[in-house]
Each structure stands twice: as C-alpha cells, then as structure tokens.
C-alpha cells in the first residue's frame, strides 16, 4: 500500500497562485495514478484533475481547466497540482488518491489510498 500526505495549502488572494505537493511512501509510487480532489464546507467532493502512472496523460475538470496544472515526479514519489489565476470559488480542502491502475479516473470510488488534505483558503 501507499500513504500520502498533501503539503503546500494556505491563503492567497485571489488571482494568485499556489502549489500543492503530495509525498507518497511505501510501495512504488509509480505503479499508481493518481488523481486530485477538492471538498468545500457544506459541499461533495469532487473530482478536480488525474494524472496516469508515468505522467504524459492529464484530466481536469471544467473549472479548473487552464489554470491548475497536475505533474508527478516518480523519482521523487511526489504529485503536484500548480494553481494559479486562483478565485475565491477554488477555497476547498484538497486530497490527492492513488488508484491501482494505469490511468486515473474522476470516480472517487475509484481510488484506493487517499492523503488527509491540505486547506486552500483563496480570499476576494
């Protein structure tokens, strides 16, 4: 199995930007995809970007389509997610998850290990 911990979280005001980081330990980390995702108070999560095993396949959603870029790093066991042009509506605790599989998905229930997120706080 794998464990993750999300990093990189804070406030911004809107219009800038941030970049979150996910360290993975345990079994390698490029046997997983692994995905992005994002909770805001009184709100579902939901599916925010994926990423496959070896890092030339992307996913995002419609929100953050053009503004948010998601990367991996194999060597170093570490996902990002790179925000910029940030709006108030992006504040939202944001998880990252690993799937057992070659490519990622925008089903939460299709992942296996999840980080306990990180608080992004973005401010008018």
């Known amino acids: 199995q794998v464990q993750l911990v999300e990093s990189g979280g804070g406030l911004v005001q809107a219009g800038g930007s941030l970049r979150l980081s996910c360290a993975a330990s345990?079994?390698?980390?490029?046997?997983?995809?692994m995905g992005w995702f994002r909770q805001a108070p009184g709100k579902e999560r939901e599916f925010v970007a994926h990423?496959?095993?070896?890092?030339?396949?992307?996913y995002y959603s419609d929100p953050v389509k053009g503004r948010f870029t998601i990367s991996r790093d194999n060597a170093k066991s570490t996902l990002y997610l790179q925000m910029n042009s940030l709006k108030p509506e992006d504040t939202a605790a944001y998880y990252c998850?690993?799937?057992?599989?070659?490519?990622?998905?925008?089903?939460?229930?299709?992942?296996?290990?999840w980080g306990q997120g990180t608080q992004v706080t973005v401010s008018s």
């Open positions: 998850a690993a799937r057992v599989d070659n490519t990622g998905s925008v089903d939460m229930a299709g992942y296996h290990y």
């Open positions: 345990g079994r390698t980390f490029s046997f997983y995809a």
């Open positions: 990423i496959n095993r070896i890092g030339y396949s992307t």
